[in-house]
């Protein structure tokens, strides 16, 4: 598809839409009348054919009870494998790299618990001060479980604008007292991708182990784990996956660290011949697989199937080319239609840098979120500031990012959010 040049008129959203080839998937989702959905980045939306394969996997339960497990539509004692191969085409992995299970924060205390291996001088985890809260706490925990003080081995690297980070600040802090480095592939607030290649050749070139939270990435971008080298990498499945709230999530470990013994083991995590054997000495499975806990979330993870099977159908290059182009498109409107109103647009530009969403820096932001709530247009807010807005390729249209930005035009001109608090909800 051929971009023509950019006009702020709704018909040139609509002749945008008449192009994408990627439009007819909106029919595959539930979407609210007369809404526009932009928070795909926080909560993807159900579509028919998750909707469906959930039902049966509920359907199987309910004809067959325990059998289900093995003879069931898609025998869930092997659905996480089966997902994880999946899931492995979207983050550029083998299939037995990669296996749905846990959560995010969950599967890196698994990954950390098996990674982390501090040694004489090599006892600091490496992570950035932009990183999203809970992988904090998850690596701070981890640091106190092996005795040590996390003031003192978790090396946050600094943020020069509080937007962004700087692949050479990060190399910088890659010393030789740093055992582990953990980054997310995608900021959360700002949206800046980080180059996961570069960083993954200096972590290794100081001999030091890396993984990714692909939470903010995984479904919008491709990836190419394997041919970076990560080590390893997890993210949720609720995002850009459109799993359900409280999908299972995922994890990706590299195929030469296979056989190493997880840091958390569990029966799930056996080699699947031996796994009934019931012997109290625990085969790992090789593969990724081995770091499963417990009994998987059957149910949590249904949803999977038919929501990645278009995935699948679409394929991430395409999906990433319209996620660049509607961005594109959603800055350029912001420009041209809400110069005067003090927004700062506080996600990279340029294409490379930039992941799904687009990041709209606002000192009244709070209260603007809840205008646009009510008016139709479904944002999310993040503190202290900011706005994000993210079109998702499934499922968004040029119209969708068109309307949105009308409707925030009038908010500001009108200045109804001055109506609302400027204070966040419980859920932001
Ligand atoms: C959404 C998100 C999480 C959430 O973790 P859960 O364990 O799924 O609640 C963690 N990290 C990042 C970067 C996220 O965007």
Request: net charge negative.
């Given at each position: ?9 709704e018909?040139?959203a609509?002749?945008?839409d ?27 939306m ?8 959930l ?14 497990w093995?003879?069931g ?28 299970s846990?959560?995010t ?9 098996t ?23 998850a ?6 479980l092996?005795?040590?003080d ?11 604008d ?8 990060i ?28 960083l993954?050749e ?33 993210w949720?499945?609720?995002?850009y ?5 409280g ?15 997880p ?5 799930f ?33 249904a ?13 991430i ?12 498109y959603?800055?350029?409107l ?11 647009i506080g ?28 008016s ?26 068109w309307?949105a930005?009308?409707?925030l035009?009038?908010?500001?001109e ?10 966040r909800?419980v859920?932001?």
């Open positions: 598809m051929k971009e023509s040049a950019f006009s702020p008129t018909e040139f609509l002749e945008q008449n192009r994408d080839a990627l439009g007819p998937f909106r029919e595959e989702y539930y979407l609210p009348q007369g809404i526009v959905y932009l928070d795909g980045n926080s909560l993807g159900l579509s028919k054919r998750a909707e469906r394969t039902m049966d996997s509920l359907n199987d339960w309910k004809r067959m009870g325990i059998d289900g093995t003879q539509e898609r025998p869930w004692f092997y659905q996480a494998e089966r997902l994880g191969a999946c899931l492995a085409t979207l983050v550029g992995a083998d299939p037995d790299e990669v296996i749905a846990g959560s924060t969950v599967n890196l205390h698994q990954l950390a618990s990674f982390y291996q501090p040694e004489g001088k090599r006892t600091k985890i490496l992570a950035d001060e932009l990183t999203f809260p809970s992988d904090i706490y690596l701070q925990s981890q640091i106190r092996r005795g040590l996390p003031h003192e081995h978790l090396v946050l690297a600094a943020s020069r509080g937007r962004f980070l700087e692949e050479d600040d190399i910088a802090c890659m010393t030789e007292e740093i055992a582990l480095i953990v980054l997310p592939t995608v900021l959360y607030r700002s949206g800046q991708l980080l180059d996961i290649p570069r993954t200096e972590a290794h070139k100081r001999g030091i182990m890396i993984g990714f939270d692909g939470c903010h990435s995984v479904g919008a971008i491709p990836h190419r784990f394997s041919e970076w080298d990560v080590d390893f990498a997890y949720c499945n609720y995002k996956l459109n799993g359900g709230p999908s299972v999530g995922a994890l990706y470990v590299n195929r030469k660290h296979f056989g190493r013994l840091g958390l083991a569990g029966w995590g056996s080699d699947k011949e031996k796994q009934f054997d019931m012997e109290l000495s625990f085969s790992p499975a090789q593969t990724a697989g081995a770091y499963q806990i417990g009994t998987p979330h059957i149910l949590s993870m949803p999977l199937f038919g929501a990645l099977s278009m995935f699948e159908e679409a394929g290059d395409q999906i990433r080319q319209k996620s660049l182009q509607q961005t594109a959603l800055m350029d912001l420009d041209e239609e809400l110069a005067d109103h003090g927004f700062v996600n990279p530009r340029e294409d490379a840098r930039r992941g799904g969403h687009v990041s709209l820096e606002h000192p009244e932001a709070a209260r603007i979120c809840k205008a646009l709530k009510d139709g247009v479904i944002p999310d807010f993040r503190a202290p500031n900011v706005i994000r807005l993210a079109p998702v390729a499934l499922y968004t249209s040029y119209h969708d990012v309307r930005v009308q409707i035009k009038r908010i500001m009108e200045q109804t959010y001055e109506r609302y608090e400027n204070k909800g859920v932001a």
